[in-house]
């Protein structure tokens, strides 16, 4: 059975920085493209950050320069470090893996920026 599991999220200030963490269990990280994408309430879901099998990656205009996306193949996981975090950042995060015509989502983890 695959299972994505995040973790990390929580309550940052404005400015503040948040590392997400996405582990993988039934699949081989290091074979799927991953990614990470959010949504905000009344929002679609939306492409935060990806990263090939072959490590190149691609971001959202929205978070170019603040966010990073990582992989651990020794850990068979994938994680997202986000940094000068703003309100607009406000969404829960889900980890996605593909691999040819398969697709696995994880359960979310919610980050909220607020004073």
């Known amino acids: 059975q695959v299972q994505l599991v995040e973790s990390g999220g929580g309550l940052v200030q404005p400015g503040g920085s948040l590392r997400l963490s996405c582990a993988a269990s039934g699949i081989t990280l290091s074979l799927h493209n991953m990614a990470w994408y959010r949504q905000a309430p009344g929002k679609q879901r939306e492409l935060v950050a990806a990263?090939?099998?072959?490590?190149?990656?691609n971001y959202a205009d929205s978070v170019k320069g603040r966010f990073t996306i990582s992989r651990d193949n020794a850990k068979n996981a994938v994680y997202l470090q986000m940094g000068s975090l703003k309100p607009d950042d406000t969404a829960v995060y889900y980890c996605?893996?593909?691999?040819?015509?398969?697709?696995?989502w994880g359960q979310g983890t919610q980050v909220t920026v607020s004073s």
């Open positions: 990263i090939t099998s072959g490590g190149s990656t």
């Open positions: 996605h893996a593909t691999r040819w015509q398969m697709g696995y």
